[in-house]
């Protein structure tokens, strides 16, 4: 039994309907804060699905056109090429990163021709999906070297600025690469390209399916733990990202997003530089197959997305991005 007066105030009164719910919500999603990521595929009128990611595919080049008009009809600004590089194509250098018959670069190429700038396009820079061992630069002893990878990176970065993407992406994690990439564009007249630099990226648990799609699991025999973050370490983040700022970067992401919601919160308070979230494929398959298999409600989806929006990030690249779009 309940004695004495209760308090003047009770929480629970805006929560009581729909409508006083939305007036003090404090966070909110739209279709503008999304990233829809897309994977290539060589060959013609090929829609493959990927079988460690429920839903989501690789795109021969011709069959771009219909999933781009989808995206711009549901009102998301950007979207993330990644590519399926033939093993024939690939060797210890990455040199097929700098073909400018690449999957990306022919991607790039038919999306301007028939969108123009209605819709931004993003494009990694890293070697991972063009290197015969999977990782993201050149293997010396089972180390990635820093400033030979740094130099291949320059020239895959301004290789697709001549393509015409609007933000170039550097995903590699290899020290001083936004400020050389920053320094090559702009001597070559392409100031206006955008730098998101992956500058908090961890050595995660969470890569395989996409691993998986852009065809690198098998080669790669070794982990990325010399290079990519240690997920125990938060400090060692602001100075990732206070160096990408003062060499240039426009805009950084953190990878993964949800296990590090902590980072993209202390980032966006300590710099007030746009941060983006990347919801990555094992985040995103974890959910998939939690409702499917009816772990788990749909909505989830949104409770997930809107996580990263509370702690700060700009935008979110996610697999959901189309899904949820409709929703909005």
């Known amino acids: 039994m309940i004695t004495g007066k209760f308090p003047n105030l009770r929480l629970r009164r805006p929560r009581k309907y729909d409508w006083s719910r939305k007036l003090v919500q404090e966070n909110n999603l739209s279709s503008n804060d999304l990233i829809y990521p897309l994977f290539l595929t060589e060959g013609n009128n090929k829609k493959k699905l990927i079988k460690s990611m429920p839903n989501i595919y690789q795109y021969s080049i011709n069959k771009l056109g219909n999933i781009v008009n989808n995206v711009l009809e549901n009102k998301i600004p950007m979207i993330a090429l990644f590519p399926s590089t033939p093993g024939h194509k690939k060797n210890a250098y990455g040199e097929e990163a700098l073909n400018e018959d690449n999957l990306i670069c022919r991607a790039i190429r038919f999306i301007k021709k028939r969108f123009k700038n209605d819709i931004g396009i993003m494009c990694d820079v890293a070697l991972d999906p063009y290197t015969s061992h999977g990782h993201d630069g050149i293997l010396k002893n089972n180390y990635v070297l820093n400033d030979k990878t740094v130099n291949i990176l320059m020239k895959q970065a301004l290789l697709q600025a001549q393509m015409g993407c609007d933000v170039i992406a550097p995903s590699d994690m290899m020290d001083g690469r936004i400020g050389k990439i920053r320094k090559f564009l702009d001597n070559n007249n392409y100031q206006d390209v955008q730098l998101l630099s992956y500058a ?11 691993r998986d799609a852009v065809g690198s699991k098998k080669s790669l025999k070794s982990d990325k733990k010399n290079y990519q973050m240690d997920f ?12 990408d700022v003062k060499e240039g970067a426009d805009m950084v992401m953190v990878k993964p997003g949800m296990p590090y919601l902590d980072v993209i919160k202390s980032i966006k308070e300590n710099f007030k530089i746009p ?14 197959n939690g409702i499917k298999n009816n772990l788990i409600k749909k909505d989830a989806i949104l409770e997930s997305l809107m996580s990263f929006k509370r702690a700060g990030a700009s935008a979110i690249v996610s697999y959901f991005a189309l899904e949820i779009a409709k929703k909005l």
């Not at 908090?200 to 996409?210: E, H, I, M, R, T």
């Not at 125990?232 to 160096?243: G, K, Y």
């Not at 941060?275 to 998939?288: D, F, M, P």
Request: hydrophobic content about 40%; charged content about 15%.
């Open 200 to 210: 908090v990226k961890y050595a995660s648990n969470f890569y395989g399916p996409f």
């Open 232 to 243: 125990s370490n938060s400090s060692e983040a602001f100075r990732e990202v206070a160096l």
């Open 275 to 288: 941060v983006l979230a990347y919801q990555v494929s094992g985040e995103y398959s974890l959910i998939k």
